[in-house]
């Protein structure tokens, strides 16, 4: 009996310290960003971002677009002049992306660091040289649970880069995106002048034409389907409270303007570029200034033509970002961080990609 005994404090004590183990499990991040001191041409402005696991526990981290773990060119810094806090002007992508079908992640141990360099000539538009302080935008990052969904952590910044900026302030890279956007666009426009409103295809094959060209027909149906049906309903209804939150006057309007502005446009007539420059993962992306012409990318490709995370709603979710059509951004991803968006903050759902998205498609229905 007493061996017994001693065997059961054994295991007890074992599951005991096992389980403490367990519950002061803390996941931490912090982050630093590095670089040269000073940068001639703007084209040669990059900052490496470190990223480093400080907790007690692995991390699988999403390398969404938003995040800076991304070498996209979001808006993931703020950069201001040192001595009058202007700030460089956001010119990169607003992107469509989804947790739920993601495969590219960073794995970092305990104690382990990551280094993501980031070129800020591709996402920001400096009006002059001299210094600026370049700080992150954005320190949350997400990732993966023990139920394989994202679970949000703010990294701590631990330190920030200040950089003087001398020389061309014009860049290559940024000139060679902006003249291909701009030779698609004169043939959008010659062909509209001869009366053929038809849509425009850059890098595609054959059948991707075709799969576009389907999905374009479908998405013009959202649209003009989204509109027709915030004109008659001008209070809350289920469909527009899960995905626009708490109603009002002016949210309400303001969804509808956004779509009204798509219809009028036609989706029809954009420019829908195959040739994707950003990851796996990614559906497709916009530089917001660059009207009616849409980088289609590797989700967007095996996604249905209609449905949740469509073919034709990413078009919808991406029409949404150009300026002229109401320069909505990515605040929130999914379905599940939409609607809690819009239940916390409706001004902000309104303003948000994947919520026009969503009440467009109307999967599953909503009246």
Request: negative net charge; contains cysteine; glycine residues 6%.
């Amino acid at each position: 009996m007493p061996s017994f005994n001693r065997f059961s404090s054994g295991v007890l004590l074992a599951v005991f310290l096992s389980s403490l183990g367990a519950v002061q499990a803390d996941p931490a991040l912090t982050l630093r960003i590095l670089g040269a001191n000073s940068v001639e041409n703007v084209d040669n402005f990059n900052v490496t971002v470190q990223l480093k696991n400080t907790g007690t526990e692995a991390l699988e981290l999403y390398n969404e677009p938003r995040g800076l773990l991304s070498k996209a060119p979001t808006d993931s810094f703020k950069i201001l002049k040192a001595n009058d806090d202007s700030a460089a002007s956001f010119d990169g992508v607003l992107a469509k992306y989804n947790f739920a079908s993601a495969t590219s992640f960073t794995n970092l141990g305990v104690g382990e660091s990551v280094d993501v360099t980031h070129n800020l000539a591709q996402a920001y538009s400096f009006a002059s040289g001299g210094a600026y302080n370049v700080v992150p935008s954005n320190t949350r990052f997400f990732y993966k649970g023990e139920d394989g969904q994202p679970v949000p952590i703010d990294a701590t910044v631990e330190r920030t880069h200040t950089a003087k900026l001398i020389g061309s302030l014009v860049s290559r890279h940024v000139q060679k995106r902006q003249e291909h956007a701009a030779k698609y666009k004169k043939r959008a426009l010659e062909a509209q002048a001869l009366g053929k409103r038809a849509t425009q295809f850059a890098n595609c094959t054959p059948d991707q034409e075709q799969a576009i060209q389907e999905s374009v027909y479908v998405a013009s149906l959202y649209v003009a389907q989204a509109e027709k049906y915030l004109t008659l309903n001008t209070e809350t209804t289920d469909r527009y409270g899960t995905w626009f939150g708490e109603y009002s006057a002016d949210n309400h309007q303001t969804a509808l303007s956004h779509f009204a502005a798509i219809r009028k446009s036609d989706v029809k007539t954009y420019t829908f570029d195959c040739a994707c420059e950003e990851s796996s993962d990614t559906y497709a992306y916009v530089y917001p200034s660059e009207f009616g012409h849409i980088y289609l990318c590797n989700q967007y490709m095996l996604a249905a033509v209609s449905g949740t995370d469509s073919k034709a709603g990413t078009i919808v979710h991406e029409s949404t970002h150009f300026t002229a059509n109401g320069g909505t951004r990515d605040l929130a991803y999914g379905q599940v961080r939409a609607q809690a968006l819009a239940a916390a903050n409706a001004t902000a759902a309104v303003n948000n990609a994947d919520s026009h998205e969503y009440f467009a498609e109307n999967t599953p229905y909503r009246p």
